[in-house]
């Protein structure tokens, strides 16, 4: 696995061994962030990486642009690769691994510009998760359509596999 763009184009990501990490595959993640550059929503974004695994969202993220990003991610392999990845690029400066829960961090994130949520495939907290949310883009990466939520607008949705991805917007752009 590869960073695909920007400033670390090319680098490599290092990731667990074993099936309990499901890093998002290239081709999903140029698809999103050539979206993501359409909309115009990167550049000096602050970030922040749900569910972070190897990290490939929130570092794909900083390399094309994004100002800042939060990984929060609970599972020791992951972490441990994550925080590989990170020192590799030498991006501490600009990130903050946290080692959480996701349920437990919702509440501390705040305010942020754009959030990439990638939970395990058979994760049915949506509703929750979103309403937790203060952020202004939500990127959603699930195995079947997300319900539509009352304070947030669906901006795109696209299937890639077996892999479904939806961009959500603020409602009104206000959170």
Known sequence: MRVIAGEFRGRRL??????ATRPTTDMVREAVFNSLRAMD??????????YAG???LGIEALSRGA????????DPKALRVLRENVAALKIEDRCAVVPADVTAM?????SVDLVFADPPYEFEGWAALLEQL?????VAE???PIPAQPAWDILRERNYG????????AADGIR
């Open 14 to 19: 290092a990731a667990p061994p074993g099936n």
């Open 41 to 50: 929503i990167l550049d000096g974004a602050v970030v922040v990486d749900l």
């Open 54 to 56: 190897t990290g490939a």
């Open 67 to 74: 100002a800042r990003c939060t990984f929060i991610e609970k």
């Open 106 to 110: 919702l509440s501390s994130i705040g």
């Open 134 to 138: 203060d952020a202004e883009f939500v």
């Open 142 to 144: 699930s195995a079947r």
């Open 162 to 169: 077996r892999t479904r991805v939806t961009v959500f917007a």
